[in-house]
């Protein structure tokens, strides 16, 4: 759809601008290093590496630095949970230590160096572990594990000290965890449980907690990566590893801050490639929240809303709560895909019903009504006196006896259905004991989802205890709202993964014609004029007014009548930032005299005010249309993000805009659209035409473009206001404002 902004540059040519340019190559592509061919037209990387983590996890051979066995030291008790742990999982330790022969009976060496044959995984149970570090490169061992705490989350001086642990790590080959981090690794998981498992990553070990103990309702977890400071392995290498192991149905994630966006975006793109759910709690909704996420980990946490958009466009899910983190996780990790998206609620009372619907409905769920058929079918076994359309409301005592459970497969057998929640407020026995065996048996029968929300708020009850968590398919939730959460999840993440085309795949790798022009007008470190900013835009191709640049005001008159009555003159300087609020822009001029006499009021206001001029803009008015802005910013974790909203003074008030970081697809430009409030407008409001949005998203389009190409020179693009013009008519950039880095 781009037009002529798509590239024709060879590999050869890219390999050149790639040098010339100064950048690198990129990060190691599937165990080997990245070519110019895994490159987007930015130089940023187009596939993940897959780390492998089999011996960290499963090791051979492991090394304690400092171990101890003498009672009330910290180092003891670390000591005797990885003698556990190397015993689980049949690896052999070694403790080192320079003054003890022994440690809990095993002989001790005293120094790296006297390490007997390959080392696996090293963990360092030291202060000042870079002189270990180096140790443990000469002995060519995979992996180490530094628990020591002040580094970057203490502030500048602990950041250059994880700064000089990093290099050591990278000069060394080997793959280090931490510093700042814990035992949370070396867990007992139990080994009782079956199927698809939870792989957990967080940056603090006790936000990981609730979701460890989903083993003690019959969830299985395989991994805990507890990422901490993360001066080497971070939260992506993790994500891109449990997504190839067979066995995890579901990843779920705490992460207080990214170390690198791009990764992190890779590693969601081949979990969305795998369908496998990725599940995460991101801090930093909040100015507050920000600022602590940074003090704990010392990372950046990114603008949350590109996080937000970015997590989005690659299928990560963002809940906000530990609790809705574990009931989204359990859930996905164990559902089968759905056979439809209707949401069914059943339950033994109508208001019971009719409140759980009300709020599934807000949260975005299709309640389909059932057809006159299958209420029919219901009526058999339900007085008619009860609604049965969706809700249904059994009205208690079909529960009590054999009508029960044919009521439920009544409503599992429908086509429409995919989903069915049954809300139990609180326990009534006989009849909720009897519900919930029925459910559980059915749920066996059925490949559909079946889900429970058991209120009560003791959770002793056997028909909660041994009747639902005793089944494997029945998801059971204790509130309302994370049922809600969790359903929706599951069906937005398989209806993602069932369309997904990955951006990535169809990012160019190339540099379009439109490059060379658009980089001989990019002035380093400055703002542009509006006359150069829309020079750019129209060598991307997009659509400016007709307009002229003058310097006299006899040479204004004489633009005019080219460009045509009525006309817009602007001030055009490169520090000229807000025209209209210093009196620098005339709109509707329908003569000569008009002309000439804005022509001496703009440059006298401009004198007054110590602009520089390159000269005044004599435009063509354009009138019809809906105002939209288009723009670029960079954004410190992810790089060039573009933004796309209700433009002109809307854009100020009501800050409605939605943002996607490139490379994403025509579809999802066009999702983009969907995400704004003021979407209606664009459809056409009080008899107005419906706008031109495939012009829309064509500039958006090529506004992504530009940001890739120029995303190390651009720092800021504003494209404001955009009209958009009735249908078939395209849209047209009346002011744009360029800033370069």
Request: aromatic share 4%; net charge negative; glycine share 10%.
């Amino acid at each position: 759809m781009l037009g002529s902004t798509h590239g024709t540059l060879t590999t050869d040519s890219r390999r050149a601008r790639v040098v010339a340019c100064g950048e690198q190559p990129g990060p190691a592509v599937h165990g080997r290093p990245a070519d110019v061919d895994d490159l987007d037209v930015g130089g940023r990387p187009l596939y993940g590496d897959v780390p492998d983590l089999d011996r960290f996890f499963r090791p051979e051979s492991v090394a304690v630095i400092g171990a101890s066995d003498t009672e009330g030291r910290p180092n003891t008790g670390i000591t005797r949970q990885l003698l556990d742990w190397a015993e689980r999982v049949g690896a052999r330790l070694h403790p080192v230590h320079p003054s003890r022969p022994s440690v809990f009976g095993i002989p001790c060496v005293a120094s790296v160096a006297e390490l007997p044959g390959q080392v696996d995984l090293a963990v360092l149970l030291v202060a000042d572990p870079l002189p270990v570090i180096e140790e443990l490169a000469e002995a060519k061992v995979k992996f180490a594990v530094v628990f020591a705490s002040g580094f970057a989350e203490t502030g500048e001086e602990g950041a250059a000290a994880q700064d000089r642990l990093a290099a050591a790590v990278r000069r060394s080959g080997m793959r280090l965890l931490g510093p700042n981090t814990n035992l949370n690794a070396f867990e007992r998981f139990r080994e009782d449980l079956d199927g698809p498992a939870i792989a957990l990553i967080t940056q603090s070990g006790h936000q990981g907690r609730p979701v460890f103990a989903l083993q003690e309702l019959g969830i299985r977890l395989s991994h805990w990566a507890p990422t901490g400071n993360e001066a080497d392995l971070e939260t992506a290498d993790f994500l891109s590893y449990f997504a190839e192991q067979p066995d995890v149905g579901a990843i779920a994630c705490y992460i207080e801050g990214l170390r690198d966006g791009r990764s992190f975006l890779l590693a969601a793109d081949r979990a969305a490639r795998r369908k496998v759910p990725v599940i995460a709690v991101k801090v930093g909704r909040t100015e507050t929240g920000a600022r602590t996420a940074a003090s704990h980990t010392g990372k950046l946490t990114g603008a949350d809303a590109v996080v937000d958009a970015a997590m989005r466009q690659y299928g990560v899910i963002r809940v906000d709560g530990l609790d809705e983190l574990q009931d989204t996780a359990a859930l996905l990790a164990r559902a089968r895909p759905p056979r439809a998206d209707g949401v069914v609620v059943y339950s033994i009372s109508g208001g019971t019903g009719a409140h759980f619907a009300d709020l599934a409905t807000e949260a975005g769920l299709r309640l389909p009504t059932l057809s006159d058929a299958k209420q029919a079918e219901l009526h058999q076994w339900i007085p008619q006196y009860l609604s049965v359309a969706n809700p249904v409301d059994n009205g208690g005592h079909p529960v009590g006896d054999q009508r029960g459970r044919k009521i439920i497969d009544a409503i599992l057998d429908d086509p429409s259905v995919g989903v069915l929640i049954c809300p139990v407020t609180g326990p009534f026995p006989p009849l909720s004991d009897k519900l919930v065996q029925d459910l559980v048996d059915a749920a066996e029968q059925t490949d559909k989802l079946v889900c429970v929300v058991w209120g009560s708020p003791v959770g002793t009850e056997p028909a909660y205890r041994e009747v639902l968590l005793g089944s494997s398919r029945v998801a059971t939730f204790r509130t309302v709202g994370n049922c809600i959460t969790a359903v929706r999840a599951y069906l937005d993440h398989h209806r993602f993964t069932a369309s997904y085309r990955s951006p990535l795949d169809e990012a160019p790798r190339t540099t379009s014609p439109s490059f060379r022009k658009a980089q001989a007008l990019m002035r380093p470190g400055q703002q542009l004029s509006e006359h150069a900013a829309k020079q750019l835009l129209r060598a991307y191709g997009i659509r400016v007014p007709r307009e002229q640049l003058v310097t006299s005001a006899a040479a204004a008159v004489r633009a005019a009548g080219l460009v045509g009555y009525p006309v817009v003159m602007k001030a055009s300087g490169a520090q000229i930032a807000h025209k209209t609020e210093l009196g620098l822009v005339k709109i509707g001029l329908t003569s000569a005299s008009q002309v000439r006499d804005a022509y001496r009021e703009l440059t006298d206001i401009a004198r007054y005010e110590g602009v520089s001029l390159d000269g005044v803009l004599v435009c063509q008015m354009v009138e019809r249309g809906v105002e939209m802005v288009v723009g670029v910013t960079h954004d410190d974790l992810f790089g060039p993000t573009v933004t796309v909203g209700l433009g002109g003074v809307l854009v100020e008030v009501l800050r409605d805009a939605a943002v996607r970081v490139p490379p994403f697809t025509e579809e999802q430009a066009r999702d983009m659209l969907g995400d704004l409030r003021g979407r209606p407008l664009l459809d056409g409001v009080r008899g107005r035409p419906p706008a031109d949005v495939d012009a829309l998203v064509e500039v958006v389009l090529r506004v992504q473009r530009m940001a890739m190409e120029l995303g190390d020179e651009l720092a800021e693009l504003d494209i404001n206001p955009l009209v958009v013009l009735p249908r078939g008519q395209g849209a047209v950039a009346l002011d744009a404002l360029v800033v370069c880095r």
